[in-house]
């Protein structure tokens, strides 16, 4: 069965920078399309990026665009989600998801598998 470890969520003060990890078990990143979410509270979950191999560039949420960066390390299978000048509306769980075969999508519906989700809070 897949299984999908998140980790680098935390606290950082608006313009700083976190990078999530999420490492899927039981099937490489190279099989998957590998989405990222976050959830506010009181806000529905909202699509932030994705990346997949049948695909060029990675989706980028018009929100993020231009400050986020997901990539892949295929010998770590490993997806990375870089956010650079963060954002007090950045606060949410962020969660990874995998969705197969590896098509992006930003309807988290389709996704199969999905993290536990990671606490991001932009705070001074």
């Known amino acids: 069965e897949v299984q999908l470890v998140e980790s680098g969520g935390g606290l950082v003060q608006p313009g700083g920078s976190l990078t999530l990890n999420c490492t899927p078990s039981g099937i490489t990143v190279h099989e998957l399309a590998i989405g990222w979410f976050r959830q506010a509270p009181g806000k529905n979950r909202e699509a932030v990026s994705c990346i997949a191999t049948s695909q060029g560039a990675p989706y980028y949420a018009d929100s993020v665009s231009g400050r986020f960066t997901t990539s892949r390390d295929i010998a770590e299978n490993t997806v990375y989600l870089q956010m650079d000048r963060l954002k007090f509306g950045d606060t949410a769980v962020y969660y990874c998801?995998?969705?197969?075969?590896?098509?992006?999508?930003?309807?988290?519906?389709?996704?199969?598998?999905w993290g536990e989700g990671t606490q991001v809070t932009v705070s001074s």
């Open positions: 998801a995998a969705h197969m075969p590896p098509l992006c999508t930003a309807d988290a519906a389709m996704y199969d598998y």
